[in-house]
C-alpha cells in the first residue's frame, strides 16, 4: 500500500555503515525530523551522521498528507488553558516560523518539491467553539481568523482560517535536502551508552582532550560501532526505555487516506474538529482524503478502509482510488511534542518525538531547537517543547497511558482466545488456542498457518491483530509487525517470536 509520494519518488539508495567511525553528532533516524536535524546541524558546521535502520524516509514520513502549517486542529485555545499565554504563544511561533524555514530553504535551493502555499482551515459543526479557538489563536499573533461556512461536501457550521501556509511532496523535498548528508541506511542502532573516560580509554578514539573522553558516547548498531559527543533520537518512537520512560507519557494513533481522482477540488487544507474529522487537500489533480483515527491496536473487523472508502463514494460520486495508505504518530497527554534533552542523566542526548501528526512543522520546530541546543546557543521556543516538563495537568495523562499499558499486560492472562486455528478464515488472523499454547496466527490464502509469540518484545503487552492491514499491532505503545512477526514501526526494535 505505497502513497502517493512512495509512488511518484524514488530516494536514492544509500550504503550501510562500512564500520567503525567516529563523528561529532549521530543523528537516528531518517524520516522528516532525523534529516532536519542532521541537516540544521550541518549547515552550523557540525560534523553528523544520520543512521537508519531501513531507508531514507521509510518510516511514517512517507505516509503523511504533508501539510505544512501551524493550524493544529483545535489547540491554540487549550494550550493558552492548560500551559498559559507565555508557552502557547512560543508553540504558534516555533510552528508559524517552520512554514517561513521551509519556504525559504525550497527557494534558497530551487528545491522541486512541489511546494505551494495555501490558506488552511479546521472545520467543526459549532459556530461558537470556532470563534473561541480563532481568537485564541490570532491572540497568539497567527494569521487566524473565523469564516463561515468553506464549501466542503458535508455539513458544517464554519471554520477557522490560516493564511499563507504551505503543502508540499515530502519525498521530492527529502531527495534534495539528503544529497549532501552523510546517511547509512540498513543501519539500525541497538544501543547507546555513555562511557565513563577509564573505559573509552580502551578505544582508540581521535578527540584531543581526556576531558572529551569522558563524555564519548558509543552508538552500537547491527553493521559497526559509531563514537560521537552528541546523540538525537529522531526515530520516531524513542526505543531506550530507561531513562527517559517515553512510554509512560506517549501512545500512538493510526489514520488512513485515499488518493482519489475524478473528486472535487478543495480550495486549500482541511481538517476537522468533532464529530466529522476528515482531512483534505489536492494533491495536482488528486484530493487526497484521510480519516478513520483511532489508538493503534484499538481494531476492528469491518475495515477502516472500507468505511472511508464508502464516504468517499458517497461524498465524491464517480471518484476512482489511485493509492491507499495509513500511518501513526505519537501523542502526548498536552498535545505538545518533546524536543530537547533526552532525559536530566544525559545530557548529550536529545530527542525529537511526539508530533500529534504535526511532523511536518514539527520537524523543522526540533531542527531549530536542537541546533541551537547542541551548538549552546538559547533557543526562544526550546521552553514549551522541554522534554522534562511535568506538572498538574501531565499527571492524568500519564496515568491513562500506565492504565491502558497495565490493560494490555493484564488482558494476555485473563481473556480467553474466541477461536481455533481451524475457525480463522483464510487470509486472515486472530489469538487462537494452538497445541494448549496461546498463540497468534495467520492463515494465508491456501490455508497455512503462521504463528507467532502475542507477546509485544518492547514490554510485553498483548498484540492484537488488525484486519485492515494483516498487521499484528501493540495497544500500549504502538509497535508493529506484519502477519508473519516482522517490526514495522517501533519502540519495538526487534521482530516477534515465531514458531515453525
Ligand atoms: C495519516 C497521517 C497523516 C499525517 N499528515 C500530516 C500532515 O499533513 N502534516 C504534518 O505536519 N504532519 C502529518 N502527519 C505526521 C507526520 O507524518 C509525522 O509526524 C512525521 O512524518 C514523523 O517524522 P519522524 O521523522 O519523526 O518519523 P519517521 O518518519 O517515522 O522517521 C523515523 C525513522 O527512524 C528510523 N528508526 C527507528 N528506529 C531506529 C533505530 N533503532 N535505528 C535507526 N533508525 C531507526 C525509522 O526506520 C524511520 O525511518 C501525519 C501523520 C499521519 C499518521
Ligand atoms: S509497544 Fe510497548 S509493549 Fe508493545
Not at 516538563?389 to 499499558?405: K, T, V
Request: hydrophobic share 35%; proline share 4%; glycine share 8%.
Amino acid at each position: 500500500m505505497d502513497s502517493v509520494w512512495s509512488k511518484t519518488c524514488e530516494i536514492e539508495k544509500r550504503e550501510a555503515l562500512p564500520g567503525d567511525i567516529e563523528r561529532e553528532v549521530v543523528v537516528i533516524g531518517a524520516g522528516m525530523a532525523g534529516i532536519l536535524i542532521a541537516n540544521a546541524l550541518q549547515k552550523s558546521g557540525r560534523e553528523v551522521v544520520v543512521l537508519e535502520a531501513e531507508r531514507i524516509a521509510s518510516g511514517q514520513t512517507r505516509n503523511t498528507t504533508a501539510k505544512i502549517t501551524s493550524q493544529h486542529g483545535f489547540i491554540y485555545s487549550g494550550l493558552i488553558d492548560t500551559l498559559g499565554e507565555e508557552k502557547a504563544r512560543q508553540y504558534a511561533a516555533a510552528n508559524q516560523k517552520a512554514i517561513l524555514e521551509y519556504k525559504a530553504m525550497v527557494q534558497e535551493r530551487e528545491i522541486d518539491c512541489d511546494f505551494e502555499e495555501t490558506d488552511a482551515y479546521v472545520y467543526a459543526q459549532e459556530e461558537s467553539v470556532l470563534k473561541k479557538e480563532a481568537e485564541a489563536a490570532a491572540s497568539l499573533g497567527l494569521p487566524a481568523s473565523f469564516m463561515q461556512k468553506p464549501e466542503l461536501t458535508f455539513p458544517n457550521a464554519g471554520a477557522v482560517k490560516f493564511t499563507n501556509q504551505a503543502q508540499f511532496h515530502p519525498l521530492k523535498f527529502l531527495r534534495a535536502i539528503t544529497e549532501k548528508l552523510e546517511i547509512y541506511e540498513d543501519t539500525r542502532v541497538l544501543k547507546v551508552e555513555e562511557q565513563t573516560a577509564g573505559k573509552a580509554a580502551e578505544y582508540t578514539a581521535g578527540y584531543a582532550s581526556a576531558e572529551d573522553r569522558e563524555k564519548e558516547q558509543v552508538v552500537s548498531t547491527n553493521r559497526g560501532i559509531v563514537r560521537a559527543k552528541k546523540v538525537v533520537f529522531a526515530c520516531h518512537y524513542p526505543f531506550v526505555n530507561f531513562p527517559g520512560m517515553y512510554f509512560t507519557r506517549m501512545h500512538q494513533e493510526r489514520s488512513y487516506v485515499l488518493a482519489l481522482e475524478n473528486a472535487a477540488r478543495v480550495d486549500g487544507m482541511y481538517i476537522g474538529e468533532g464529530e466529522i474529522t476528515y482531512s483534505l487537500r489536492n494533491y495536482g489533480d488528486l484530493l487526497i482524503f484521510g480519516g478513520g483515527n483511532h489508538r493503534t491496536g484499538e481494531n476492528r473487523e469491518g475495515g477502516r478502509y472500507q468505511a472511508l472508502r464508502d464516504k468517499a463514494a458517497e461524498l465524491f460520486p464517480g471518484c476512482r482510488e489511485v493509492a491507499c495508505w495509513s500511518a501513526q504518530d505519537c501523542i502526548t497527554p498536552d498535545n505538545v511534542p518533546y524536543i530537547g534533552r533526552y532525559a536530566s542523566g544525559k545530557p548529550d542526548w536529545y530527542v525529537a518525538t511526539g508530533f500529534h501528526k504535526w511532523g511536518m512543522s514539527s520537524s523543522m520546530v526540533s531542527a531549530m531547537i536542537l541546533r541551537d541546543l547542541i551548538c549552546g546557543i538559547e533557543n526562544p521556543f526550546a521552553e514549551v517543547f522541554a522534554p522534562d516538563r511535568l506538572d498538574g495537568q501531565d499527571i492524568s495523562g500519564i496515568m491513562c497511558e500506565g492504565a491502558h499499558a497495565v490493560k494490555g499486560l493484564t488482558k494476555r492472562f485473563f481473556q480467553l482466545p474466541a477461536e481455533t486455528a481451524s475457525e480463522l478464515a483464510k487470509g486472515s488472523g486472530g489469538i487462537v488456542m494452538l497445541e494448549g499454547e496461546k498463540v497468534g496466527v495467520y492463515k494465508d490464502e491456501d490455508g497455512k498457518l503462521y504463528a507467532v509469540d502475542v507477546r509485544c518484545p518492547h514490554l510485553g503487552c498483548q498484540l492484537e491483530w488488525n484486519p485492515d492491514e494483516l498487521s499484528w499491532d501493540c495497544p500500549c505503545h504502538g509497535s508493529r509487525f506484519d502477519r508473519f512477526g516482522k517490526l514495522i514501526s517501533n519502540p519495538a526494535q526487534e521482530d516477534v517470536n515465531r514458531y515453525a
